[in-house]
């Protein structure tokens, strides 16, 4: 018998979706399940926002009719119209079935086109997630044509059959304060910031493993130090497992010498690097040199600790750091350290695309609604638990074990999120 061939099983280029995604699932949950209408997921480059937003398509289609819509390389009103024509084509059979006229749209602006879909599924009783992609094309578009940019966020705001969300880096920020005088309220108004970063440690093993296809084998040690290296970043993930793989299907102990940064990496961190603000230049430049916690940042920066700490809330949300040993800050893993040690001379904190001031705003829009995901997950959570525990009593003193763990879990996640929030409100009075 000819032994059994496997193919690598890690994806190191373009986006995941169904079995072969991994992690982030409270967001989602939350994204589907939530109060908010409108989200803006923000997340640093090769993070996994795409593929996020394709899970998100599969995953949503029971309680929406999911419209995905790239806008990356549009550079007019025009393109925009026409990437979501294509976006809406895409869903064509689906929309037939409700009574959308695609081609009745063929005049009109994006605006139009998505306020008549969503009226005519409103009578129907559907509701439209729209899953919007590299939204950063908006910051270019708005300077030449600001009216058709503002009709695109009125379109936003009046469905009531429509929940959006839209995931770029945190460059998109700067939209903000490009809108700012409107008359109309600026572009980012209403948009619930949340995070898209590391994945948990429990589902970095998975992802590792391959649990949710055919599983790999790895050792506790390799999972270790894997973890050490990448920080659980999903992309640093996948291409380090991807060269750690071995053909029995499992993987080989990493090393030191796996470090390595090429020029794809070095590109990929030179964009992160451009996405920080100055302050956050220097809170990394400042932690490339050694460990250090907040109060220690601020008496080197010359700074409020409130104020560092903000900055922190975002770099940690997003993975440029972490906590290391000691419980003091780091960077984020090992290669974008490598890279911020070898480039160090060549990095400054001057000449940043976005100004500390959206970066306080967007801390403390995020903090807020970190305190309500948290009490939208608890309430979620609970429903969940309160119908697993009808389910075990209708098997009286004996129900299933695969039962029981699940009830145990949901009770896990209450009581943490009971706890972030407690601690969140007794922080802020």
């Keep these: 018998m000819s032994p059994t061939i496997y193919r690598n099983p890690y994806t190191i280029g373009g986006w995941v979706s169904g079995r072969r995604y991994y992690g982030h699932t409270d967001l989602r949950q939350y994204i589907l399940l939530g109060s908010d209408n409108y989200i803006w997921v923000i997340g640093s480059r090769r993070v996994g926002k795409t593929s996020l937003l394709r899970q998100l398509d599969q995953q949503g289609r029971k309680d929406y009719l999911p419209i995905y819509w790239d806008m990356q390389g549009c550079t007019t009103a025009a393109e925009l119209r ?19 006229n695609l081609a009745a749209l063929a005049q009109d602006d994006a605006a139009n086109m998505l306020r008549k879909v969503c009226r005519q599924l409103e009578k129907q009783e559907t509701r439209v997630l729209l899953l919007i992609d590299e939204p950063e094309a908006l910051l270019a578009i708005v300077q030449k044509e600001a009216p058709a940019i503002q009709r695109l966020r009125a ?22 304060e490009m809108t700012k005088n ?13 995070y898209i970063s590391a994945l948990s440690p429990q589902d970095a093993e998975e992802l590792v493993r391959q649990q949710q296809r ?7 040690d390799a999972i270790r130090r894997i973890h050490h290296y990448t920080g659980d970043q999903p992309y640093l993930l996948q291409r380090l497992c991807y060269q750690l793989y071995r053909s029995d299907h499992s993987l080989r102990l990493p090393r030191k010498k796996d470090i390595a940064v090429d020029s ?15 302050t956050e230049r220097k809170i990394l430049l400042h932690l490339v040199r050694q460990p250090d916690d907040a109060a220690g940042i601020a008496r080197t920066l010359g700074q409020q600790e409130s104020a560092i700490r903000m900055y922190l809330y975002v770099m940690t949300s997003l993975g440029y750091t972490r906590l290391v040993d ?17 480039n160090f001379a060549n990095l400054s904190p001057e000449g940043a695309e976005i100004s500390d001031a959206s970066v306080q705003e967007m801390a403390q829009a995020g903090l807020q609604e970190q305190v309500v995901y948290w009490q939208e997950q608890l309430r979620i959570y609970r429903e969940r638990l309160g119908r697993l525990q009808v389910a075990a009593a209708r098997h009286g003193t004996s129900p299933p074990e695969r039962l029981q763990a699940t009830i145990q879990e949901h009770q896990r996640q209450i009581k943490d999120l009971e706890r972030k929030i407690d601690a969140y409100h007794l922080s802020h009075g």
Excluded at 166 to 174: E, G, I, Q, V, W
Excluded at 214 to 220: A, K, M, W, Y
Excluded at 264 to 278: E, Y
């Design 182 to 194: 409107w008359p109309t309220s600026p572009f980012l108004y209403d948009f619930a910031p949340l």
């Design 214 to 220: 055919s599983p790999v084998q790895v050792s506790r």
């Design 82 to 100: 026409d990437e979501l024509m294509f976006a809406l084509e895409d869903r064509s059979e689906a929309l037939q079935r409700l009574g959308v």
């Design 155 to 176: 379109a936003f705001q009046r469905p009531a059959n429509l929940r959006v969300v839209m995931a770029s880096t945190k460059s998109l920020a700067r939209l903000h």
């Design 264 to 278: 794809m990496l070095a590109s990929l961190f030179r964009l992160q690097f451009q996405h920080l603000s100055s």
């Design 326 to 342: 000691g419980g003091q800050l780091g960077i984020g893993n090992a290669f974008f350290h490598l890279w911020l040690a070898e």
